[in-house]
């Protein structure tokens, strides 16, 4: 969809919605430039809601957008939008994993075990900001550089949908291998974490590798598939030398 296209489609919105801030953001945008527009027909869009975390900053989008395909027929179009994100596999010592503990409000869990994830800041840089989760929920320094793709595996070009039917968030998946010693890793297993000033509550979970695909998270079970191919691959590539 062109920008003089997603420009003509008519907005409207509830009261109190500042309806240019929002139509500029990221989160808007990037939906618009995904369409489909040979299949897609955006003819209006109407802002319910919209969460602010900062008074600048933009936090989740609730509209309803009027789609029809292109023989006139109308598709379902209730949007929650709250953008891009990042999941963090970090594995210790080729068989532990790293998983953040902390109240979920929506599963109705004070104690929801997953894998540490961040939403992006709008800035495109995905390794970036899984760097800075990392250090923020899990204590650990690490570059951006160190940081493996594990989309990449896959080719997600944007990462994987969590719930394509009323949700544009999409998960792109990184992962970090270290060795550390055991004084090191009992220190880490129940460390209080995350930042007070957004409200988190964060203790970290140490867990067997193998036994991530048991974890009832999306982004944990498909973090575990992913890197199980990763090993694969890897052993294939050794195997041909």
Partial sequence: MNKATANAIPVTAEA???IAFVTASTQYQDWLASMD???FVVNSVHLQSVDMF???KLGF???KADVTDSKGQRVPGIVFMRGGAVGMLVVLNKKYAVLTVQPRVPTGSFE???LPAGMLDGSGNFAGVAAKEIDEELDLK???SALIDLG????YTRGFFVSPGAVDETIRLFCYEVDVSDDELTAMNGKATGLIEEGEQISLKIVDLEDLWK???AKTVVAYTLYQKLLASRAAAKATV
């Fill in 16 to 18: 109190g919605i500042n």
């Fill in 37 to 39: 527009d040979k299949k």
């Fill in 54 to 56: 900062t008074p600048t």
């Fill in 61 to 63: 989008i609730k509209f």
């Fill in 112 to 114: 929801f075990v997953e």
């Fill in 142 to 144: 690490i570059p951006a």
């Fill in 152 to 155: 990449a595996v896959a080719n």
């Fill in 215 to 217: 974890i009832p998270d």
